[in-house]
């Protein structure tokens, strides 16, 4: 009878912890397309684990943050997700005002960004973007 209520109870933790791991896989890594309006960003130095600079052969190495980006899917559903471009010496800055369209999962960019052209936009898209 012990052995059964033993088991009983590891097979519930099992399960408890297998629904835990495919929700953190669900609201992090399973996407969904969606687009957006680029707005302002910040050119930021990267930096070591340290906090010295980091740097690929001594020149210091840069990134684009993108702040309070609002993501329309093509369902219609709002998401608010921040993202940065690479890390580069040189990174290009996406112009503000344009279009970029990127698979994004409920907390981060999996994919993308990509410029679009406001043609290529879902009509209800882009009516909740602009």
Do not use: C
Request: hydrophobic fraction near 35%; charged fraction near 20%; charge should be positive.
């Amino acid at each position: 009878m012990k052995k059964r209520i033993i088991g009983l109870v590891v097979v519930a933790l099992l399960a408890i912890g297998g629904w835990q791991v495919y929700r953190y896989w669900d609201t992090t890594y399973h996407g969904v397309t969606a687009y957006a309006k680029v707005g302002a960003s910040q050119k930021v130095a990267s930096k070591n684990d340290d906090g010295s600079p980091y740097r690929i052969n001594g020149k210091q190495v840069y990134t684009y943050e993108y702040k309070h980006v609002t993501w329309v899917t093509t369902s219609g559903q709002v998401r608010h997700v921040d993202f940065s471009s690479l890390e580069k010496t040189n990174p290009q800055r996406l112009a503000p005002g344009t279009y970029v369209k990127a698979t994004i999962s409920q907390k981060r960019v999996i994919s993308g960004p990509n410029p679009v052209v406001a043609s290529a936009l879902p009509a209800k898209v882009k009516a909740k973007l602009d």
